[in-house]
């Protein structure tokens, strides 16, 4: 019997573990690093399943790794399962465990019946919405000896072009950091000169770089909130603060981003008085696809009637931000997009209900199926695998980083 009968046969017969798994996930939201049910029911389901586990992999008690296999090559597929706050699994992170999982069973059944040299891990990430998990994974090593990673994400398309997603797709690059002005208390109506205002600091700030945007890129994005801006109207603010999110299509454009933003908070900062301090929270890098594996990937799509849009000429830009594209920069990888709903975005209450539907979920089943099959060609044909290496080292984005950034900062 030939691997692809062997991978779509072995995620079928796993079909109802993969809709429990997929439901439990949806039915109890947890936030970035409290993903405790998630984690507990993963993992119990691979155990039950004979699969050796690492729960709480690499110091993250929320982690977890699986693997199958000896020797060969290595591929690796993530499982994101956290929540947004208030709206749930409004980003599907329920259907891309499910895809993961189910890559990895369906990988993992082909090597087993085949005996042929290759290794494939399940690798839990948690917290991408905004904590970084996969930030701290790769700092532990956790893609150090990977050949390949794949993931895909569902999300608002029309479908009505023939595609159900996009395999050649990228995300933004985004620096989230906060923003800490220091004035001088005062009582503000008895002595409002002895007073040096932070919350003028931060609407300053605030309006400065409103007008940014005006002359930034497209494709660029600069969002913040006041954080904090004083408790008492008749007190001059002593403390006030903002959060931004910068984002740009490389994290060289972003740096460059940053640091016109940057003088928009100093500037602030001297038209009031007040002194400024800034706190990096993470950086998610840009997503840099494989055109390898996105080739491979859409060819298994299409054999399984579901073609995804993959053209090298034109590249699907996201405009969100992803801890995975940090992970492209550390290995080979693969973030595929597929469309769940024509109506809604990702991060509404609308997703939220399209994530848990029974057509999102068939439709997650095949882009595990096709997964499982690029996943396969990796591992067994050694051209693939030159291709995908070579993809990888002649990506001068990602190289340039690599290389220490040529002025990145660090």
Not at 152 to 171: E, F, I, K, L, M
Not at 261 to 287: H, L, P, Q, R, S
């Amino acid at each position: 019997m030939e691997a692809t009968t062997i991978i779509r046969d072995a995620i079928d017969k796993h079909g109802d573990d993969l809709k429990q798994i997929n439901e439990k996930i949806h039915a109890n939201p947890e936030l970035g690093y409290n993903e405790i049910q998630a984690h507990s029911n993963i993992t119990n389901l691979l155990t039950t399943l004979g699969y050796t586990v690492t729960p709480s992999a690499y110091n993250l008690p929320t982690a977890f790794s699986a693997e199958y296999g000896t020797g060969g090559r290595l591929v690796t597929y993530n499982a994101e399962y956290d929540a947004l706050p208030d709206i749930g699994h409004a980003c599907g992170h329920n259907l891309i465990a499910t895809s993961s999982i189910g890559a990895f069973l369906g990988l993992a059944s082909a090597l087993r019946s085949s005996q042929v040299p290759g290794r494939v891990r399940l690798l839990g990430t948690p917290a991408e919405e905004g904590g970084g998990g996969k930030l701290k994974l790769i700092d532990a090593g956790a893609y150090d000896d990977v050949d390949a990673c794949m993931m895909v994400h569902p999300y608002q398309r029309d479908t009505s072009d023939g595609y159900v997603g996009s395999a050649y797709s990228t995300t933004l690059a985004n620096h989230k950091f906060k923003i800490r002005y220091t004035g001088k208390p005062s009582h503000a109506a008895m002595a409002p000169w002895e007073g040096v205002n932070a919350l003028d600091a931060v609407v300053l700030a605030y309006n400065a770089i409103s007008v940014l945007r005006q002359q930034i890129k497209p494709y660029e994005r600069i969002n913040g909130v006041i954080e904090s801006g004083g408790t008492r109207p008749n007190i001059i603010t002593a403390s006030a603060g903002l959060v931004y999110y910068i984002r740009s299509a490389t994290l060289k454009e972003a740096d460059e981003l940053k640091a016109r933003a940057i003088k928009c908070f100093e500037g602030a900062a001297m038209a009031t008085g007040c002194t400024v301090e800034y706190e990096e929270i993470n950086t998610y890098a840009d997503t840099r696809p494989n055109k390898t594996i996105c080739s491979q990937y859409a060819a298994a799509m299409a054999d399984l009637d579901s073609p995804v849009e993959c053209d090298f000429k034109h590249i699907e830009n996201a405009p969100g931000s992803t801890d995975m594209g940090n992970v492209t920069y550390t290995c080979p990888g693969f973030h595929g997009w597929y469309s769940i709903t024509s109506t809604h975005s990702n991060h509404t209450p609308g997703f939220t209900s399209a994530a848990a539907t029974q057509p999102a979920h068939d439709l997650t089943i095949i882009t595990a199926k096709a997964m499982a099959t690029a996943g396969w060609n990796i591992l067994t044909d050694d051209e693939v695998a030159k291709q995908v290496r070579k993809d990888w080292e002649e990506d001068e984005n990602i190289q340039v980083v690599r290389r220490g950034g040529e002025g990145r900062e660090k």
